[in-house]
């Protein structure tokens, strides 16, 4: 500037002085608007529709006192999301990790599997008769990249509670008969 005030005011944002270009460049904008940092993700990755994975158990309805109950889910326990932040496409890849099976006597069985129906029987409990009411709750956890680049884990998890399954443990009793009677 030349050092002399102007003799009217004049208004905001209208030029004052010499101009001098120092030179002409590209300027690069990605410190403006940086990619999603991973705790960004995770607040997204929080907020995701996960699918609530169904109780199955084995068998269905009614069990027997003295013959194990199985647990597993046949639901999907992998969902892939596009999501847009700020801009940028970021896929995140959803997995069950952890299943956290109460079992509605006081009991939690955790696995990192989801259990099979018989005969494999993975995930199994013993009861005594009565009425029960068992759950699943799932633990997800994430990879993520931006725009198509380098996978990332995903600094945290996230859970979704399945819905509920109720069945009756009955106790048999064997019975002496005469077979010629």
């Known amino acids: ?17 010499n101009w001098v270009n120092d030179a002409q460049s590209c300027v690069d ?8 940092s991973p705790d960004e993700v995770f607040r997204y990755f929080q907020t995701l529709p996960l699918p ?11 069990a027997l006192v003295g013959l194990p109950v199985i647990f597993f889910t046949d639901s999907p326990t992998t969902q892939l999301f596009t999501v847009d932040i700020r801009g940028f496409s970021v896929d995140i890849a959803a997995t069950a990790s952890t299943y956290t099976w109460d079992t509605g006597d006081g009991t939690v ?13 993975t995930i199994t ?9 068992a759950s699943l709750t799932t633990t997800w956890s994430a990879t993520y990249s931006v725009d198509g680049g380098v996978q990332a884990d995903v600094p945290g998890t996230t859970t ?7 069945f009756s443990v009955l106790q048999a009793r064997t019975v002496l ?3 010629y009677d």
């Open 1 to 17: 500037m030349d050092g002399i005030a102007p003799n009217e005011p004049l208004a905001a944002g209208t030029p004052y002085g």
């Open 29 to 36: 904008v990605t410190d403006l608007n940086p990619p999603p």
């Open 52 to 62: 609530q994975l169904t109780t199955r158990q084995q068998p269905p309805g009614e």
């Open 109 to 121: 069985l955790t696995s990192t599997e989801a259990g099979e129906p018989y005969p494999n029987g």
């Open 125 to 133: 409990h013993d009861y005594s008769s009565g009425t029960y009411t």
């Open 160 to 166: 979704t509670q399945g819905a509920p399954a109720t």
């Open 177 to 179: 008969t005469n077979p």
